[in-house]
Each structure stands twice: as structure tokens, then as C-alpha cells.
């Protein structure tokens, strides 16, 4: 159903086709379809996030709590181009809102669906892909532990408590990941990098093949917030003890700003290489996209998780 929707923005086309089911899965938005008969008219995203009162417009202000108030956002939304001028888009608006409604008032079932003011058949809302379940994580089972611990939760997340945390995903290569997070402050213990910097991160770990040699899609708490990218390139080494913290490579900073973290909300990191091309989004934003250098394919390997300095719970699944 999906194949070939076009809506004449490459950016929210390839979102649909790309990016929505993933992060669907890791509970970072969630995006519903509009049909008309069997086929795909339209379609929508909502995100939850919040907002604090110095952020928020005059006119909502008075009675504001003080604290950060939480809000559902429409991320997205795109019309196929074989039905835009057709009042899908109004349909798809009305629906999107009254979803925010339903959420609110937690009665979702009975939300209206969208209609083509053209008195064609109505464009049913439905979300992407199967209903969304409790979020799930590859168990600690599959992983292989080279720095720290981790522990599985009673709810499946993994638990990363450890000022070093290192692990990768068995030993099959995938083309990407997808990291869900929640951060819970700093680790009770902290110690510095091998080049002698302090930071507190997690992040992705692509083409692992080991600790020598990989690229990184690191999240930045402190000192300096963002994401970053990294290839790290020791063909000939394999050990820390051999490598240290030598044959890295960055790459230039992210296109856009990643979300600040704040202590117990949800975020979402996913990384995908397609070729040699690399693409990151974060919260179901682009972040950066590049082509990376050759020394990324000298060696290939699984995904993998770090952490540094920090306690998290997180979930991490692959992406073929």
C-alpha cells in the first residue's frame, strides 16, 4: 500500500516510506493512513511533547502551570499527489485533531474518519502498521556485554546504570537502529574517555566489526549537547588496549538542532546507512544525512549501544 506514495515532498514522502513504521515501534510518534477504497490517500503523524510557560503563546498562558504542560503536535502530514485538490488534507486535519481529542478524553475508538469533500468514499484514518503494543527491546540475551552492565527490566527496556557501557547486537551486520531513551541522571560514578575527555552520551553503534572499528551516532548530554557522528577506523586492531582512542574520524556537525533531554521523557535515535549514505533523525527529526568516507567500509559488523557517564533506560532494535 505503501509502495510509490509520492505527495510531492520528497522529505515527507520518504518519511512515510522510511522512517514512520520505525519509529512507530519505538513509540516516538505515531501515524495514521487515510484510504480511499484500498488506496493510500494521505497521511498524518502525531508527536507528544510539552511545553513550558515561558515557550507558550500569550493567549494560553493565564492558568498555565508553571512546569513544563504536555501537548501533542501534528509532526506531519501529506497528501498523494493523485488526491491533493480533493479535500483529503481538510479530512486529515479534522481527523488529526479530533485524534488529539480522543487522546485526551482516552476514547480513541470512536473518532470520526476523514471524508473527500468530492463525496467520494471516506478516507479512513488508520494507524500505520499493527496497533501499537508495549515497546519491546532486543533482550540482553542477544547482546554481547564488553563494557559495564546491563540488566533487562521487568517491562523488557534495558537498564544502563554504568559510567562505561558497551554491547553489541550477536554478530549479523544491519543496515541500522533504532535507540529509545529515557535519561535518569548521572551515573554514580563517572570517568573520563581515553582521549582525557569527560562526557555523558548514549548513541548508536553501526558496523561494529569491534571496539577499533565502527562508525558512532552519538546523543551529547554535557558538556556540549547535540548529535554527533564519528567513524572510527583501526583496520589492523581490535582491542581497546591496542587502539585506544586513536583513528577517529568526525564527520561535520548535525543539519539541525536534536531535542534537549531532560530527566525522564522519552527520546528516539535511529541511524540507517543506505549504501554509503547515512541518515539520522531524532524524535522523528532529520538531524543529519551524509555520505561517510571509506574507512567506514574497510570492516563491517553488528549495531551495538554506549553509554558514558549516565543512567538510562533504553530500548534497541535493528533496522534492515
Given at each position: 500500500m505503501l509502495d510509490g506514495f509520492d505527495c510531492g515532498n520528497e522529505a515527507l514522502s520518504r518519511f512515510l516510506l522510511r522512517f514512520a513504521f520505525q519509529n512507530q515501534q519505538a513509540n516516538a510518534s505515531q501515524t495514521y493512513l487515510g484510504l480511499a477504497e484500498d488506496k493510500l490517500a494521505g497521511f498524518y503523524t502525531l508527536v507528544v511533547?510539552?511545553?513550558?510557560?515561558?515557550?507558550?503563546?500569550?493567549?494560553?498562558?493565564?492558568?498555565?502551570?508553571?512546569?513544563?504542560?504536555p501537548l501533542m503536535l501534528l509532526a506531519r502530514m501529506g497528501v498523494s499527489t493523485e488526491y491533493q485538490g480533493q479535500g483529503v488534507g481538510k479530512g486529515l486535519l479534522k481527523?488529526?485533531?479530533?485524534?488529539?481529542?480522543?487522546?485526551?478524553?482516552?476514547s480513541c475508538a470512536s473518532a470520526a474518519m476523514p471524508t473527500v469533500d468530492n463525496g467520494s468514499k471516506p478516507a479512513g484514518a488508520l494507524p500505520l502498521g499493527i496497533a501499537r503494543e508495549s515497546e519491546t527491546s532486543i533482550p540482553t540475551?542477544?547482546?554481547?556485554?564488553?563494557?559495564?552492565?546491563?540488566?533487562?527490566?521487568?517491562?523488557?527496556?534495558?537498564?544502563?546504570?554504568?559510567?562505561?557501557?558497551?554491547?553489541?547486537?550477536?554478530?549479523?551486520?544491519?543496515?541500522?537502529?533504532?535507540?529509545?531513551?529515557?535519561?535518569?541522571?548521572?551515573?554514580?560514578?563517572?570517568?573520563?574517555?581515553?582521549?582525557?575527555?569527560?562526557?555523558?552520551?548514549?548513541?548508536?553503534?553501526?558496523?561494529?566489526?569491534?571496539?577499533?572499528?565502527?562508525?558512532?551516532?552519538?546523543?551529547?548530554l554535557a558538556p556540549r549537547a547535540g548529535i554527533f557522528v564519528s567513524v572510527k577506523s583501526n583496520p589492523d586492531l581490535r582491542t581497546h588496549a591496542q587502539c585506544a582512542d586513536h583513528g577517529y574520524i568526525f564527520l561535520p556537525p548535525q543539519r539541525a538542532s536534536a531535542p534537549t533531554v531532560r530527566i525522564g521523557e522519552r527520546h528516539t535515535l535511529e541511524a540507517r546507512i543506505e549504501g554509503h549514505y547515512l541518515e539520522?533523525?531524532?524524535?522523528?527529526?532529520?538531524?543529519?544525512?551524509?555520505?561517510?568516507?571509506?574507512?567506514?567500509?574497510?570492516?563491517?559488523?553488528?549495531?551495538?549501544?554506549?553509554?558514558?557517564?549516565?543512567?538510562?533506560?533504553?530500548?534497541?532494535?535493528?533496522?534492515d
Open positions: 511533547g510539552e511545553v513550558t510557560m515561558e515557550d507558550a503563546p500569550e493567549r494560553v498562558k493565564k492558568g498555565l502551570a508553571r512546569h513544563p504542560s481527523d488529526a485533531m479530533q485524534m488529539c481529542l480522543c487522546w485526551l478524553l482516552m540475551s542477544e547482546l554481547r556485554v564488553d563494557c559495564g552492565q546491563i540488566e533487562q527490566m521487568a517491562d523488557g527496556a534495558l537498564s544502563l546504570q554504568d559510567a562505561c557501557v558497551r554491547a553489541t547486537v550477536g554478530q549479523t551486520p544491519h543496515r541500522g537502529a533504532v535507540l529509545s531513551f529515557s535519561y535518569f541522571g548521572p551515573s554514580e560514578h563517572e570517568v573520563s574517555l581515553a582521549s582525557g575527555e569527560w562526557r555523558r552520551q548514549i548513541g548508536i553503534r553501526l558496523r561494529a566489526h569491534d571496539t577499533c572499528n565502527g562508525v558512532y551516532v552519538m546523543w551529547h539520522v533523525m531524532a524524535d522523528g527529526k532529520l538531524i543529519w544525512e551524509g555520505d561517510l568516507p571509506g574507512q567506514a567500509f574497510l570492516l563491517d559488523g553488528p549495531v551495538g549501544i554506549r553509554s558514558d557517564n549516565g543512567r538510562f533506560h533504553a530500548t534497541l532494535s535493528t533496522m
